[in-house]
Each structure stands twice: as C-alpha cells, then as structure tokens.
C-alpha cells in the first residue's frame, strides 16, 4: 500500500505543475476486500459494491482516513449500490436487486431481495420503482413500494447487454454493451416502449444532463449526444479515449470519465461539439466506478479500493439536485414550420432571469438573448430567423436553471 500511495502522489504533484489553476489532489483511500465496483454516500458513510465479497461499510467522517466499521452479505456478488432516503439498493450478479433499510447507517438491515432474472448491473430508484440494468434481459421495473416484498412490473429485452440506465422526465436511457444507446419510454412503467437509439460499439455507462447524454463506449471513447428529439438522438462531439471508458458522472459541464488502467478522466462540455479532456489522475490501478459526493470524487478501483478525490475546482455541488421551477410552462413553438418569424410562449411562477438560445441540430449556437429578469406570469418570445437557411433550430430558454428546448423547422 505504500508504493500505491507514492504513485498517486506523484500523479498528484505532476497534475499540479501542469495545471496551475485548477487540479485535482489525492485525499485518502482505503485498500478494500474483494473487487471495489461502485460506492454510494449518504451522510459520513460510503457503501462499498465488492466483488466477490460483502456490501463494505466506511467512515467517511475524515475523508483523509477512511475506516472500514462493518459489512453486510446481500447474498451473491454486488456490483452496484444506490443510497436513496432509509434505503439502500444492490444489484447483484445472478442475485438480482436487494434492498436494505439504512434508517441506522452504520448497520443495514436486509428488507427484501427480487430476482431480476440476469446478471443486475445497476439501479436507478424513482418513485415506488427501482429501474434495473439487469445484463441480457434488458431493463427489469421493479416495484418497491413494499421494501420487503420487491415485485416484478415489467421489463424490456432485447438481443444485448445492459450496462446502465439513466431517466429524465418521461425516458429511460440504456447504456447497452453490444449496440450502444438505446431510449425506452417510460410514461407507464408497466408498459415499456422503445422510441429511439443511437449506435455505438461498447456503450458501458450512461448519464444524463438537461438535453445531452453522456456516453462512455469500451471501444470507442466517450461521446455527447443531443437529447432535444429523445426519440433521435444525435452526436455533437466525440472524444477519442484509450480503450477503457466505463463509467461516467457530471457536474455541471464536466464529464468525469472512469478509464480502467487509464484511471480518471475529467472532460469539459461546455461546448458539446468539442469536449475536450481538461485534467486527469492515475491511481495505478483499474478504476471502473465513478461517484460524486461534496465536491469529492469517490473512485472504484479494482486494485486500490476507494480512492477519494479533491476535484472542488470541477464540481457544483452534486450531491444537490438540479432546480426545477414549478409552475414552468413552455408552450410548442407557433407556427411550425414557419417562414422567418415563430413565436414562443412560456410562463414562469416568480421573477427569474430568462436566456434565449437557437442552436444548429449539430449543437452549435447560432445566438444568445438574454432577457433579463421578468416577473410572474406569461411571456411571449419571438424569433426572426433572418439571414439562415431553411432547415432545423433548437430553440432553448432557461429559466433560473430550468431548460426547456424546442425543435422548430424553417421553411424558405
């Protein structure tokens, strides 16, 4: 452990040297039992998903000195783990989703276990329902709504491998091993429809951040994806990575990218159409999880365990959740198709700053408006396509945080 500890130092200062400004700098990390895959935090504890060995329970009281104070068996191999309010969630190889009350962190107590059927490889909890990436049989729904007696509500399958799933609003996003992206909606849980997909060798993770989709493929590095038709996605940038993209976070507009032996990837998207690496760290080992926490970046690491990270020059506050504005409306935009002039209408319930974007459907800005701040009430936006050529807009506004965007087609 103390040559580990030296190599990642070194990382540490060399980063430093290149990067004046802005760096990342080893806090402490712990040499875990097993395989470490993922980890969850809620309050001063971490939860360890451990190959091949029990759920692991840390200290993270001093995040310098990580200490192990117990485990716990959820009854096969684990290879993911969600912390949501008093619960705890497991996916596990051949065992499928476990739930577990964390009403006294530090001693979990075993609720219920469903079996997903596969090989569950992670789990997205909303509401009463766990969506789970459970290998070869696609997405499994899972009712939670009794811990205890986790129940089957559907699932969707198809020839391929399940890596990971992201929701946003009305749609499931699937990271999937053998194709690449595929978009299920999820309007009614119990009746699952794919909308949309977009191909890709290896995709081994997916997150989700206002209209874009983060995808790290095995193969073929990391790509943004516009989300603004989630029944067509389509590519606005690429990054060409060492072989070994699996796993993925965001803050803001930075993609945090696990690499294997490559180790830690920080990529900056703040113009979506070219994202480009900004920092990264090696910990000598093979990272394959990634976790967000307090500014900190929590790392799974085969070799090392956990290896936990200062990256507050990269992150916003994560652990928050985006703002959502109720009482936000954006309308369709009228008419549409148009010629030259379309309006929109939209109606926000306090005084908020409002900004007014147009993009290309390959992601590039065609103009910024802001606004201003604008009290309650309904507003109205007009748009004079003048000088452009007839084809696709995005239309975006942001209200205090919130987005919306709409498509619109231009006819000349």
């Known amino acids: ?22 760096g990342i700098e ?27 060995s029990h759920l692991v329970i840390l200290s993270i009281s001093d995040p310098a000195n990580p200490t192990e104070i117990g485990s716990i068996n959820p009854g096969a191999s684990t290879k993911g783990v969600t912390v949501l309010g008093d619960y705890l969630y497991t996916s596990n190889w051949i065992g499928g989703l476990s739930v577990m009350s964390i009403s006294d962190p530090a001693n979990p107590q075993f609720m219920g276990t469903y079996d997903t059927g596969d090989d569950a490889q992670s789990a997205v909890i909303r509401g009463n329902y766990a969506y789970v990436a459970d290998g070869s049989d696609g ?36 990271a999937q091993g053998s194709y690449g992206l595929r978009v299920v909606s999820i309007a009614d849980p119990a009746d699952l429809t794919e909308v949309g997909s977009f191909e890709t060798s290896r995709g081994e993770a997916i997150a989700v951040s206002g209209d874009y989709a983060l995808m790290p493929s095995r193969e073929n590095g990391f790509y943004i994806l ?18 070994n ?33 900004v920092d990264s760290f090696n910990t000598d080992g093979t990272t394959i999880g990634v976790y967000l926490y307090n500014d ?14 200062d990256a507050s020059d990269y992150t916003n506050t994560p652990e928050q959740e985006p703002p959502v504005l ?29 900004m007014f974007d147009v993009y290309n459907t390959n992601g590039r800005l065609i103009s910024r408006n802001v606004q201003g701040v604008q009290t309650a009430g309904r507003h109205e936006l007009v748009w004079h396509a003048t000088g ?15 987005t919306q965007t709409r498509r619109v087609v231009l006819m000349k």
């Open 388 to 402: 452009l050529a007839s084809g696709t807009y995005l239309l975006r506004v942001n209200a205090g945080g919130f």
């Open 26 to 52: 080893l806090i402490g990390y712990i040499d875990t039992p097993g395989e470490a895959r993922d980890v969850a935090c809620t309050g001063d504890y971490a939860y360890v998903a451990s190959a091949y």
């Open 139 to 174: 997405m499994v729904v899972v009712s939670i709504e009794d811990p205890a007696n986790p129940s089957l509500v559907s699932n969707y399958a198809y020839d391929g491998d399940t890596r990971e799933v992201a929701l946003s609003g009305e749609y499931a996003y699937l």
């Open 296 to 309: 900190m970046v929590f790392l799974s690491d085969y070799t090392n365990g956990v290896v936990i990270l």
């Open 326 to 354: 109720t009482g936000w409306e954006l309308s369709p935009a009228y008419p549409n198709p148009f010629n030259a002039t379309t309006r929109l209408s939209y109606t926000i319930p306090t005084a908020t700053e409002i």
């Open 245 to 277: 993209a699996v796993d993925v976070a965001v803050s803001g507009t930075n993609a945090f990218v696990a690499a294997r032996e490559n180790g830690l990837y920080i990529i900056s998207f703040a113009d979506p159409t070219n994202p480009v690496v």
């Open 1 to 22: 452990m103390h040559i580990r500890k030296l190599c990642l130092v070194t990382v540490v200062l060399f980063l430093v040297r290149v990067y004046p400004l802005f």
């Open 226 to 243: 516009s989300l603004a038709d989630p029944t067509t996605p389509e590519e606005l940038g690429h990054v060409m990575l060492s072989n």
